[in-house]
């Protein structure tokens, strides 16, 4: 390799931009395909009067997607339980008690499963409770270009895979 120099090895800019950018992609594909959900956002958040059903009947939950409660920390809480408990809105052996006190409380959809969320304190029994069909993420695309010359063709294609909801 004689008169080659180490400057000449060396990425312009605008390609180590591209790179980096490409780099960053990589990494966060997973995290940005994740969800946060407002549960009965636009229909008053989690409080009696929501219908629960229709709020998430049009949605697909991922795992690794979160749901965000927003209530009266006052009055109303949030319990995870079994589907009996949910039917008949027992909340006197919840699986979890996401609760905080803050009338603000996240909850990471990390299984894939049904969860089955009330209010206690007789809410439950207004129709404050939700069951969330949890499913893995479905498969990326079929054939994602191996090798590309085009740095926007390798851009487009992780930007089709961002998810935005709410």
Known sequence: ME???LRSRRIGWPMAAVVLTA???LVMLPQVSSIRYIVGSNMGGW????????WAQDKHFY????????YDRNQMNVLEVNKTDFDSCNSDHPLQNWTTGAGRDVVPLNIT??????SGKGFCYGGVKVAI????LPPPPASLPQKSDSPSLLLSTFRGQIKHGG
């Open 63 to 70: 795992n690794g997607d979160w749901l965000y409660f927003v």
């Open 23 to 25: 780099a960053v992609l």
């Open 113 to 118: 499963k049904t969860y089955y969320f009330i």
């Open 47 to 54: 409080a009696p009067n929501v219908n629960f059903t229709i």
């Open 3 to 5: 008169g080659l120099s």
């Open 133 to 136: 069909h949890v499913e893995n």
